[in-house]
Every structure is written in C-alpha cells, then in structure tokens.
C-alpha cells in the first residue's frame, strides 16, 4: 500500500507516528511506502541558520529523539549557544534553539550553501533519524524558499487602517497568535513549485492522508502551492482527512486565531469544509459525530472515534482508523 500524508510539525508528526506504527501491526506481506509532503511555510532564517520547524518535528518525532512534552525540538537538550547568544546581544531571543537542534540547522545551511536542494538536504537528515527503515520519504512540498507571513494592525501606527506583515514565527511564538491576524500571505509562493516526486506521490497513491495539522498556516500552505491541489482533486486515491478541532476547539496551538480571519467556523465541519473539493473520507471526534459536512462536488463519508493523540498507542488506533476509512472508500468504488 502506497500512502502519501500532507504534515505541518507537531499535530503532523504524533500522527506519522501512530500510522508508521499501526502499519508495521497490520497483518500484511505487501510493505507499506509512507510519503510524507512536510510544510515548509513556517521555514525562517535565524542566526544565519536555515530551520525548517515542521519537517525537524516529524524527523525527531519518528527518529525518537523529539522532546515528548513539547512535541518539538530534542530531548535532553542545553541552550549553550543560545546563552552565549544572548549574552552577545544578538537577537531574536525569542526564538529557542537547543544546542542539539542547532546541528541540525548548522548541517542543513552547510548542505544548502553547497547547492544541495531542500529534498536532498531533507533525505540525508532523514537517514540520521532512520525513516528509511521505517518506509517513510520524508519530502519537502517545496524547494523554493517560501515564508508565511502574517498581516496585522500596524502596531507603531497611529492610522487604524495601517499593516505591518511579521513572519509566521513572531506571531505564533513571539506574540502567542494573540494579536489579531488580518490575513496569511506566502512570500514566494508565486514562484513556488512543488519539490520533485511532491505531485507523483499524490497522484501515484493509493490512499492520501491529511493528518490532523493546523488547515491554513500546515495543510493549506502546501495546497497553495501551484498543481498540489489539482493533484488531490485528480488523483486516483482516497483522500480521508482527520480533524484537528475537537468539540470547537484546537487541541492545541491556535488553529481558532488562524481559522477566524479565513471566516471558517472553528470546528470540524468548519476544516472539512476547506477540503471539499478533494476530500473523500473525514474521520471526526465522537463528540463532533453530528456534524452536517458543508456541501461539495462529491460525498463525503464521516466517521467519528476518539481523535485525542494522547500517547503512540492512541495515535496508531486513530491512524487505524483512517486507514480502514480509506480502504473502505476504496473497496466502495471497486465494487460492482
Ligand atoms: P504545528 O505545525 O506544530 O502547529 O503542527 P501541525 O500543524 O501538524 O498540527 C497542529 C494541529 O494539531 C493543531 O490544530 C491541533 O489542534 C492538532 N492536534 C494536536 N494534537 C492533537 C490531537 O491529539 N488530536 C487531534 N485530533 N488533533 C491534534
Ligand atoms: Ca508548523
């Protein structure tokens, strides 16, 4: 079975984790192949180091070496580097790097200088974590560098109507998504093409998965880039998607403080609504089981079950879950 997953980082990942689980337990000779599309939006420059947020949380996160808690970044982590940083005043602060993290930032800045492509800095940084072994291609959705930005109210401003776009990193981590964000923007998106094998591994699928990852700053900046979309509406696959709102509220992060400005009702019926067009299957909270699926070109089958990913094991019945979902669609169309 060949699946292809859409990944933003931390929501993303647990579930990579719990699918790459639940595959190896599936009573199967044929080997399963996991693609993995990651978010490259939240990417951003700091100290000179190119990070790329989502992509490090699924390679710790299936490497093993992700700070649990967090859900980011690594365990047994020091801020050595960071403090002599701070000490030398230079800035941001606000944005921590463990010293063990900074390896992987320090390799990929070196790599990418010599003229290595995202994907190949990507695939090398993945063998460290040992995704290969596990049947996962991690791919980048872009090689082109491409930065979320965030529109709000110019705050050094006295004109009301005045903006200021900060990157995606000082809204959500500096200023806790708390100032209002007016709309999202993607620097460079208008020469983004999707990074090599990104289209091939929608269309080639034989099931797509959208993990529960934030719907417009994780899934809906890889939709944006130019023929993703298209790929989704045209493949062959089933596309089933898990909600990352339960009960009207995000699990965690601000995926409320992202749907608001979109005009999306923050719950489940809210996000499958901005998948209509391709998706085929939406697996929901038992406590979202009642929800009416806003309208579309074609059915969409909901199912509910509990969605907390609140250890490995949780994850893998939820991945489970979507899995027999897909192969249920799948079965239905084959079907005379
Ligand atoms: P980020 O890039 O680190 O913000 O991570 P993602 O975009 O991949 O995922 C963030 C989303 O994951 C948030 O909108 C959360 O609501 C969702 N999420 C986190 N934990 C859980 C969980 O246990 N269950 C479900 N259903 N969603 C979750
Ligand atoms: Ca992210």
Same mark, same amino acid.
């Given at each position: &079975?060949?699946?292809?997953?859409?990944?933003?980082?931390?929501?993303?990942?647990?579930?990579?984790?719990?699918?790459?689980?639940?595959?190896?337990?599936?009573?199967?000779?044929?080997?399963?192949?996991?693609?993995?599309?990651? =978010?490259? +939006?939240? @990417?951003?420059?700091?100290?000179?180091?190119?990070?790329?947020?989502?992509?490090?949380?699924?390679?710790?996160? /299936?490497?093993? +070496?992700? =700070?649990?808690?967090?859900? *980011?970044?690594?365990?047994?982590?020091?801020?050595?580097?960071?403090?002599?940083?701070?000490?030398?005043?230079?800035?941001? !602060?606000?944005?921590?790097?463990?010293?063990?993290? &900074?390896?992987?930032?320090?390799?990929?800045?070196? *790599?990418?200088?010599?003229?290595?492509?995202?994907?190949?800095?990507?695939?090398?940084?993945?063998?460290? *974590?040992? /995704?290969?072994? !596990?049947?996962?291609?991690?791919?980048?959705?872009?090689?082109?560098?491409?930065?979320?930005?965030?529109?709000?109210?110019?705050?050094?401003?006295? @004109?009301?109507?005045?903006?200021?776009?900060?990157?995606? !990193?000082? *809204?959500?981590?500096?200023?806790?998504?708390?100032?209002?964000?007016?709309?999202?923007?993607?620097?460079?998106?208008?020469?983004?093409?999707?990074?090599?094998?990104?289209?091939?591994?929608?269309? =080639?699928?034989?099931?797509?998965?959208?993990?529960?990852?934030?719907?417009?700053?994780?899934?809906?900046?890889? /939709?944006?880039?130019?023929?993703?979309?298209?790929?989704?509406?045209?493949?062959?696959?089933?596309?089933?998607? #898990?909600?990352?709102?339960?009960? +009207?509220?995000?699990?965690?992060?601000?995926?409320?403080?992202?749907?608001?400005?979109?005009?999306?009702?923050?719950?489940?019926?809210?996000?499958?609504?901005?998948?209509? @067009?391709?998706?085929?299957?939406?697996?929901?909270?038992?406590?979202?089981?009642?929800?009416?699926?806003?309208?579309?070109?074609?059915?969409?089958?909901?199912?509910?079950?509990?969605?907390? &990913?609140?250890?490995? @094991?949780?994850?893998?019945?939820?991945?489970?879950?979507? #899995?027999?979902?897909?192969?249920?669609? &799948?079965?239905?169309?084959?079907?005379?």
């Amino acid at each position: &079975m060949r699946i292809t997953a859409l990944s933003g980082g931390v929501g993303g990942a647990r579930f990579l984790r719990g699918l790459v689980k639940h595959l190896d337990s599936r009573d199967s000779d044929e080997p399963h192949e996991l693609t993995v599309i990651g =978010n490259t +939006g939240d @990417d951003i420059t700091l100290f000179g180091l190119r990070v790329c947020p989502d992509l490090d949380s699924v390679l710790y996160t /299936l490497g093993g +070496g992700v =700070n649990e808690s967090q859900g *980011w970044g690594r365990e047994d982590e020091s801020f050595a580097v960071q403090a002599e940083l701070k000490a030398l005043a230079v800035e941001p !602060q606000w944005f921590g790097l463990g010293d063990r993290d &900074m390896g992987t930032h320090i390799a990929r800045s070196l *790599w990418l200088g010599q003229g290595q492509t995202l994907t190949d800095v990507t695939a090398k940084l993945a063998r460290r *974590w040992a /995704l290969p072994e !596990q049947g996962v291609t991690l791919l980048p959705a872009t090689n082109t560098p491409i930065e979320t930005h965030v529109v709000i109210a110019d705050p050094d401003s006295d @004109d009301p109507t005045a903006e200021r776009a900060v990157h995606f !990193q000082e *809204w959500w981590v500096r200023m806790q998504a708390k100032t209002e964000a007016k709309r999202f923007t993607v620097a460079g998106m208008g020469q983004a093409i999707p990074a090599p094998g990104v289209l091939e591994a929608i269309r =080639n699928a034989d099931l797509v998965i959208l993990p529960p990852s934030n719907p417009v700053v994780s899934i809906g900046i890889i /939709l944006g880039i130019p023929g993703v979309r298209d790929a989704l509406r045209g493949t062959r696959a089933p596309v089933v998607g #898990v909600s990352p709102i339960i009960g +009207g509220a995000p699990v965690r992060g601000h995926a409320d403080a992202c749907l608001r400005p979109l005009g999306v009702p923050v719950s489940a019926a809210g996000v499958a609504g901005l998948y209509v @067009d391709f998706l085929n299957g939406w697996l929901v909270d038992d406590v979202d089981s009642d929800i009416a699926i806003p309208s579309g070109p074609h059915r969409i089958t909901h199912r509910s079950q509990p969605l907390l &990913m609140s250890d490995t @094991d949780a994850a893998s019945v939820i991945a489970g879950g979507a #899995v027999e979902l897909g192969l249920d669609l &799948m079965q239905a169309r084959t079907a005379p």
